[in-house]
């Protein structure tokens, strides 16, 4: 695994937070704490997208966000734990995961590091 796939994990998690931080913000500490994530998010998938291909790149970034980002309500929030989101989950996670290991590499850009 070469960093910019590094980058789009770690930037996924930053997005997880910056959602759940536009819900859940209620005084300047936080809203400082959630405007620090997204541009943290941001500044490492455009990082990823200069050595993979772009829709990749947000294809994996958006699928992990939403994933963490559901997983997290349902495990920090209360949000009901239903089977079907959970299969949803697992589906949108295989198809990321398709995604690494199919389409995720361009010989004109990637660059192993």
């Known amino acids: 695994m070469n960093r910019s796939w590094i980058f789009i994990i770690i930037g996924a998690l930053f997005e997880v937070m910056w959602v759940i931080g536009f819900k859940h913000a209620d005084d300047i500490i936080t809203w400082l704490g959630t405007i620090f994530a997204v541009v943290i998010s941001f500044y490492l998938i455009i990082v990823a997208s200069t050595k993979l291909p772009v829709g990749t790149v947000y294809a994996v970034f958006t699928g992990l966000g939403t994933a963490g980002t559901v997983l997290s309500e349902m495990i920090l929030f209360d949000e009901p734990v239903k089977l079907t ?25 990637e660059v192993s590091e």
């Open 85 to 109: 989101k959970l299969l949803l989950i697992a589906l949108l996670l295989a198809g990321v995961l398709g995604l690494k290991l199919v389409g995720g590499s361009s010989k004109s850009k």
